[in-house]
């Protein structure tokens, strides 16, 4: 079985400071992970996914990640946060082999300060 | 393409009657999923679709919750008779596998559900 564990659902950050989301995963085979946006009263918007080619990737709005296997961890960074970065945002895992079924964190709400 | 489209966007209802939410995923994807989003427990996928077969509904809370995809282009959820607990946010969302290097989830906006 997979899943993902995200810790902390309330973030906050200063407009300008680093953004960190953690995101840990369990899988049993090589995962595909994904970090999803979502704007209040809107669905969900991919912004980065790490398909098993370079383990740094880049996504949209400045946004990177990084696959580490050893610590079976995908967090979620951006240098500089800007206000209109404040959303909620989920982390997510899908299988390489057999089911494709894309399963959930419980989400982390970022809040960015003025 | 237009993306997923969901109908309607928000639907109130009273307890105990029939609800049905549509979907209509992007064109030419083979997967399909409808997944329900609550504060308390977050997103549950709830049943998923390769080519219009239903592949796994273990995440459908109850028998009161049915799906079907009777073709490519069009899926419907309904749940009879609706409870007050079945108030959530209820996504659509579809991918198209492309061998083992590419793959995302598309999701609609949404169909957010009241049941009083």
């Given at each position: 079985a997979q899943s993902v564990t995200q810790l902390g659902s309330h973030v906050s950050v200063s407009e300008g400071a680093l953004v960190l989301l953690r995101c840990n995963y369990s899988s049993s085979v090589p995962p595909y992970l994904f970090w999803y946006v979502q704007y209040p009263n809107q669905g969900l918007q991919l912004l980065l996914k790490y398909?098993?080619?370079?383990t740094l990737v880049k996504g949209i709005n400045g946004f990177e990640a990084e696959f580490k296997k050893s610590e079976t961890s995908f967090h979620l960074t951006k240098p500089s946060a800007h206000m209109s970065d404040a959303a909620e945002y989920f982390c997510a895992v899908t299988s390489t082999s057999g089911t494709y079924k894309y399963i959930f964190g419980t989400g982390t709400r970022l809040k960015v300060l003025a | 393409d237009a993306g997923v489209i969901q109908s309607p966007r928000h639907e109130v209802t009273e307890m105990g009657q029939e609800v049905t939410l549509r979907c209509k995923p992007i064109s030419g994807h083979d997967y399909l999923f409808w997944y329900r989003q609550t504060m308390m427990r977050g997103l549950e996928l709830l049943i998923y679709f390769n080519n219009n077969v239903p592949?796994?509904?273990?995440?459908?809370?109850?028998?009161?919750f049915s799906a079907k995809m009777?073709?490519?282009?069009f899926s419907t959820l309904k749940i009879q008779?609706?409870?007050?607990?079945?108030s959530a946010v209820y996504f659509c969302a579809s991918s198209l596998i492309l061998g083992f290097s590419d793959t995302e989830a598309f999701f609609g906006q949404g169909t957010r559900l009241t049941v009083v």
């Open positions: 398909t098993s080619a370079a | 592949i796994d509904d273990s995440g459908m809370p109850e028998d009161r009777p073709n490519a282009s008779p609706s409870e007050p607990r079945d």
